[in-house]
């Protein structure tokens, strides 16, 4: 009975944040202490005592021994315990300790999971949702993603909400999908908050209040939620929801945006000191500036604006058809209609790549029948037929 005790006040230590020290550290007291914990965990692990076994698998895994972690965690999950079958499921999904296993990874989440461990109903969601090829098993997913959800897990609800907002696997329930980004928002996710927002602006699940909108969008913004800065710069751009307009104020989100990396509020920004708006004075060289950050994220139309920059030669960019024609093609590339008519003309006259007629006729007719009636007019100038 004592060496049961004295084993449980060095779990208890071990548990309060000791760590665990190398046989070769230098002997001091601390050290001393910690190899004595480190070898009560053996000796109860050896001994069958279940969260000895765990803990002892934890040291192992925090000290990169991954065989020793996989051997001790295996163990300790063959005797029941679900964070040790949770922590099993990710060696064997990852491949760590093992030889990646998907069929036991998701054998031994499930254990996990059934006696309610949220981490592992994640887990064990995610793997169904993504790791399955090209047919994610979205019940199985929402079911477990519920599980968790309904543990109060913020990621869980917020892929809940995801599943019924774009119908993964089901119909399209706008109403769940509030009331699981709701539970999120109010957990403080920010992306959940934006979500709000916009539910409330287009009365997604919700009657539609723009009232509500500016709140949850301002507040997700002030989160450092991206999208939701951006959308609260267009309500103030264009005065919605009862906002005065106010193009500093809408300057200012899409700038926070902008600098989070957002490519549309890169766009806008672009747009706004391209030809200046009020009291925002035009200033070509940031709106150059702003679409190359933009196009650099891979925003179609910024891609574009790239190429007329180089092709007119404003805002420093040097005046270059064969560097417009360049960024004309990645436009079109992405559908960009308006840059096919541009590639279109380019060809024709051989200006900035080598003339192709065919060519031409090609990219020309792509931007006409996409409905574009200046290009129209261009092949009716030069009798293209």
Same mark, same amino acid.
């Given at each position: 009975?004592?060496?049961?005790?004295?084993?449980?006040?060095?779990?208890?230590?071990?548990?309060?944040?000791?760590?665990?020290?190398?046989?070769?550290?230098?002997?001091?007291?601390?050290?001393?202490?910690?190899?004595?914990?480190?070898?009560?965990?053996?000796?109860?692990?050896?001994?069958?005592?279940?969260?000895?076994?765990?803990?002892?698998?934890?040291?192992?895994?925090?000290?990169?021994?991954?065989?020793?972690?996989?051997?001790?965690?295996?163990?300790?999950?063959?005797?029941?315990?679900?964070?040790?079958?949770?922590?099993?499921?990710?060696?064997?999904?990852?491949?760590? =300790?093992? +030889?990646? %296993?998907? *069929?036991? /990874?998701?054998?031994?989440?499930?254990? &996990?999971? !059934?006696? $309610? @461990?949220?981490? #592992?109903?994640?887990?064990?969601?995610?793997?169904?949702?993504?790791?399955?090829?090209?047919?994610?098993?979205?019940?199985?997913?929402?079911?477990?993603?519920?599980?968790?959800?309904?543990?109060?897990?913020?990621?869980?609800?917020?892929?809940?909400?995801?599943?019924?907002?774009?119908?993964?696997?089901?119909?399209?329930?706008?109403?769940?999908?509030?009331?699981?980004?709701?539970?999120?928002?109010?957990?403080?996710?920010?992306?959940?908050?934006?979500?709000?927002?916009?539910?409330?602006?287009?009365?997604?699940?919700?009657?539609?209040?723009?009232?509500?909108?500016?709140?949850?969008?301002?507040?997700?913004?002030?989160?450092?939620?991206?999208?939701?800065?951006?959308?609260?710069?267009?309500?103030?751009?264009?005065?919605?929801? =009862?906002? +005065?307009? %106010?193009? *500093?104020? /809408?300057?200012?989100?899409?700038?926070? &945006?902008? !600098?989070? $990396? @957002?490519?549309? #509020?890169?766009?806008?920004?672009?747009?706004?000191?391209?030809?200046?708006?009020?009291?925002?004075?035009?200033?070509?060289?940031?709106?150059?500036?702003?679409?190359?950050?933009?196009?650099?994220?891979?925003?179609?139309?910024?891609?574009?604006?790239?190429?007329?920059?180089?092709?007119?030669?404003?805002?420093?960019?040097?005046?270059?058809?064969?560097?417009?024609?360049?960024?004309?093609?990645?436009?079109?590339?992405?559908?960009?209609?308006?840059?096919?008519?541009?590639?279109?003309?380019?060809?024709?006259?051989?200006?900035?790549?080598?003339?192709?007629?065919?060519?031409?006729?090609?990219?020309?007719?792509?931007?006409?029948?996409?409905?574009?009636?200046?290009?129209?007019?261009?092949?009716?100038?030069?009798?293209?037929?």
């Amino acid at each position: 009975m004592r060496k049961i005790f004295r084993l449980l006040f060095f779990i208890l230590l071990f548990l309060a944040g000791l760590k665990p020290v190398s046989l070769h550290a230098q002997v001091n007291e601390d050290s001393v202490a910690n190899q004595k914990i480190f070898d009560s965990l053996v000796s109860g692990a050896n001994n069958g005592v279940v969260l000895t076994q765990l803990e002892l698998a934890k040291v192992y895994y925090n000290g990169k021994d991954s065989a020793n972690a996989f051997k001790w965690f295996t163990k300790a999950a063959e005797a029941g315990n679900d964070i040790a079958q949770n922590n099993l499921g990710m060696l064997y999904e990852i491949g760590i =300790g093992t +030889k990646k %296993n998907l *069929k036991l /990874a998701i054998s031994w989440l499930t254990s &996990s999971a !059934e006696q $309610g @461990n949220s981490s #592992a109903q994640l887990r064990l969601a995610n793997l169904y949702e993504y790791e399955l090829g090209a047919r994610p098993a979205y019940t199985e997913a929402l079911k477990w993603y519920k599980k968790a959800a309904e543990q109060g897990d913020m990621a869980a609800q917020m892929a809940a909400g995801r599943f019924y907002e774009n119908g993964l696997g089901l119909n399209i329930e706008p109403e769940l999908a509030y009331k699981w980004y709701r539970k999120a928002a109010d957990q403080n996710s920010g992306f959940s908050q934006g979500k709000m927002g916009w539910f409330y602006e287009h009365g997604f699940g919700v009657d539609p209040d723009s009232a509500l909108a500016i709140k949850w969008y301002r507040r997700a913004a002030l989160n450092n939620d991206i999208a939701a800065q951006s959308n609260l710069g267009r309500m103030y751009y264009f005065g919605i929801g =009862g906002l +005065k307009v %106010n193009y *500093k104020e /809408a300057v200012k989100w899409f700038e926070k &945006s902008g !600098e989070a $990396g @957002n490519p549309l #509020a890169q766009y806008i920004l672009a747009q706004i000191y391209e030809v200046g708006v009020d009291s925002v004075q035009q200033n070509l060289p940031e709106a150059f500036h702003m679409y190359g950050h933009a196009a650099s994220n891979g925003h179609v139309s910024s891609l574009y604006k790239m190429g007329t920059f180089y092709e007119e030669g404003k805002g420093g960019a040097p005046k270059s058809d064969s560097t417009a024609a360049v960024w004309y093609s990645k436009a079109q590339v992405k559908g960009n209609l308006k840059a096919s008519g541009k590639l279109g003309m380019m060809y024709w006259e051989g200006r900035g790549v080598k003339q192709d007629k065919s060519l031409a006729k090609m990219y020309l007719l792509q931007a006409v029948n996409g409905g574009l009636d200046e290009y129209k007019k261009y092949m009716e100038s030069k009798n293209i037929k």
